[in-house]
């Protein structure tokens, strides 16, 4: 019992609290530059990876040439996206960033491969970089001019980056940009004007974004249209909707042609379990699986939107399912075209492509034969499948093997010896 030491004895060898917290936090910091610096090297070896499948296609692909360059390129792509479980854009964007980032910015790279810099302010540069580049035509005056401003953007981002905060950063590198931009403001718009797009954005609760990237003019067009037919139809004594909600009807209604000759005839699926439509659904029983409306492949909409979308439907087709698993067990033969039955089938049951880890819609997706059609496969809804163009590409051209599992999923074995693991039930 006489090494024991008391609460005072102890106090008293122990580190100032200010000397151990400085400890603590210089670990913070310590951990903050191992990140950053392994993920700049882990874009160095995914792009180095890309390159070297580039180099030696024959590893994902039994085509030749020209091809069977591009095919490995999105082949090793994809392989990435799969082990990192990110996105193919994702890593395309990475790739992007890291090729671009040490040709037009190496001083601020060589901060990333050190700790100092997180990538996304490297691309935050990048994009500065991007708007200083010359144009194709430009001559060799403007092509000089425009390779300084450049090496100027990177000295002094290298500057900025061991001495700002990133808000700080942001916001020296968009006073730098401005002024090294040579472009009039009318050629900056034109360049701007190639990023316009529609992006949709699902927020939950039956509800989604729409955003669109239009020049300024025509959004403030948009916007008082709008604003001047809401005022108009508010004036209705019977209108019980505020402004904005006023506004979102139309610019929806507007979108989708209602009331037109040109109204959207987009097919969606929609399952409707029957005890909302009779009611039960409102006010479920806890000892009962409770059964909700969906959108295939969006997810839940509220049950006063189902019963809503089923008395405004003119035609419907009876779906059958097992009402405890709530899985389809049966469709309606009252269809015409059989194969148009099979996919409608296949959208209802799966959804989403069949590949691990794939979001996008079976409603879009190819009908892929679990049997290829070349080696004696059948058409028949057991031996048939939803993927994506892109997964269905892959398969027929790659040497990626596509395997269905008894739940309908597909695992993904790449030849570089990894395969997709299955996804735990929901």
Same mark, same amino acid.
């Given at each position: 019992?006489?090494?024991?030491? /008391?609460?005072?004895?102890?106090?008293?060898?122990?580190?100032?609290?200010?000397?151990?917290?400085?400890?603590?936090?210089?670990?913070?910091?310590?951990?903050?530059?191992?990140?950053?610096?392994? *993920?700049?090297?882990?874009?160095?070896?995914?792009?180095?990876?890309?390159?070297?499948?580039?180099?030696?296609?024959?590893?994902?692909?039994?085509?030749?040439?020209?091809?069977?360059?591009?095919?490995?390129?999105?082949?090793?792509?994809?392989?990435?996206?799969?082990?990192?479980?990110?996105?193919?854009?994702?890593?395309?964007?990475?790739?992007?960033?890291?090729?671009?980032?040490?040709?037009?910015?190496?001083?601020?790279?060589?901060?990333?491969?050190?700790?100092?810099?997180?990538?996304?302010?490297?691309?935050?540069?990048?994009?500065?970089?991007?708007? *200083?580049?010359?144009?194709?035509?430009?001559?060799?005056?403007?092509?000089?001019? !425009?390779?300084?401003?450049?090496?100027?953007?990177?000295?002094?981002?290298?500057?900025?980056?061991?001495?700002?905060?990133?808000?700080?950063?942001?916001?020296?590198?968009?006073?730098?940009?401005?002024?090294?931009?040579?472009?009039?403001?009318?050629?900056?718009?034109?360049? !701007?004007?190639?990023?316009?797009?529609?992006?949709?954005?699902?927020?939950?609760?039956?509800?989604?974004?729409?955003?669109?990237?239009?020049?300024?003019?025509?959004?403030? !067009?948009?916007?008082?249209?709008?604003?001047?037919?809401?005022?108009?139809?508010?004036?209705?004594?019977?209108?019980?909707?505020?402004?904005?909600?006023?506004?979102?009807?139309?610019?929806?209604?507007?979108?989708?042609?209602?009331?037109?000759?040109?109204?959207?005839?987009?097919?969606?699926?929609?399952?409707?379990?029957?005890?909302? *439509?009779?009611?039960?659904?409102?006010?479920?029983?806890?000892?009962?699986?409770?059964? /909700? !409306?969906?959108?295939?492949?969006?997810?839940?909409?509220?049950?006063?939107?189902?019963?809503?979308?089923?008395?405004?439907?003119?035609?419907?087709?009876?779906?059958?399912?097992?009402?405890?698993?709530?899985?389809?067990?049966?469709?309606?033969?009252?269809?015409?075209?059989?194969?148009?039955?099979?996919?409608?089938?296949?959208?209802?049951?799966?959804?989403? @492509?069949?590949?691990?880890? @794939?979001?996008?819609?079976?409603?879009?997706?190819?009908?892929?034969?679990?049997?290829?059609?070349?080696?004696?496969?059948?058409?028949?809804?057991?031996?048939?499948?939803?993927? @994506?163009?892109?997964?269905?590409?892959?398969?027929?051209?790659?040497?990626?093997?596509?395997? /269905?599992?008894?739940?309908?999923?597909?695992?993904?074995?790449?030849?570089?010896?990894?395969?997709?693991?299955?996804?735990?039930?929901?």
């Amino acid at each position: 019992m006489g090494d024991e030491r /008391t609460d005072d004895e102890t106090f008293a060898v122990s580190p100032p609290a200010d000397e151990y917290l400085g400890y603590l936090l210089d670990d913070v910091v310590s951990d903050h530059m191992d990140a950053n610096r392994r *993920l700049a090297r882990r874009a160095v070896n995914i792009v180095e990876a890309v390159d070297f499948a580039e180099r030696r296609p024959y590893v994902y692909t039994t085509a030749d040439g020209e091809l069977a360059t591009k095919i490995a390129e999105r082949a090793v792509v994809f392989d990435v996206s799969l082990r990192l479980q990110l996105g193919e854009k994702a890593v395309r964007d990475l790739i992007r960033l890291t090729r671009d980032a040490r040709r037009w910015l190496p001083q601020l790279w060589r901060r990333a491969e050190e700790g100092y810099v997180a990538l996304p302010l490297v691309d935050s540069t990048l994009a500065g970089a991007y708007r *200083l580049l010359p144009a194709p035509d430009a001559t060799k005056e403007e092509k000089d001019a !425009a390779a300084a401003a450049v090496r100027e953007l990177d000295s002094r981002a290298d500057d900025w980056a061991v001495a700002c905060t990133p808000a700080g950063f942001r916001s020296r590198l968009a006073r730098l940009v401005e002024k090294l931009d040579a472009r009039r403001a009318d050629e900056r718009h034109a360049m !701007a004007l190639r990023d316009r797009r529609v992006i949709v954005e699902h927020a939950g609760d039956g509800m989604s974004w729409v955003s669109a990237l239009v020049p300024t003019l025509d959004a403030v !067009a948009i916007k008082r249209r709008l604003t001047a037919t809401a005022k108009h139809v508010a004036k209705d004594r019977a209108e019980t909707r505020s402004r904005d909600q006023i506004r979102a009807d139309l610019f929806s209604g507007w979108l989708r042609g209602a009331g037109t000759p040109t109204a959207v005839k987009t097919k969606v699926f929609v399952t409707v379990p029957v005890t909302l *439509l009779a009611g039960g659904g409102d006010a479920p029983n806890p000892s009962v699986p409770v059964e /909700t !409306a969906e959108i295939v492949g969006h997810g839940p909409i509220p049950p006063l939107v189902a019963k809503q979308l089923f008395l405004d439907a003119k035609a419907f087709r009876r779906l059958i399912t097992d009402p405890v698993r709530g899985v389809v067990v049966d469709m309606d033969r009252r269809v015409y075209r059989s194969t148009g039955a099979q996919r409608d089938w296949i959208v209802l049951q799966h959804h989403l @492509c069949t590949r691990d880890g @794939c979001t996008r819609l079976a409603m879009e997706a190819d009908i892929d034969h679990d049997v290829p059609w070349s080696q004696g496969g059948k058409t028949n809804l057991r031996l048939l499948r939803p993927l @994506c163009p892109p997964d269905h590409g892959r398969r027929h051209q790659t040497t990626f093997a596509y395997r /269905t599992r008894e739940n309908g999923t597909v695992e993904v074995s790449t030849p570089t010896g990894y395969t997709t693991p299955e996804e735990p039930p929901f």
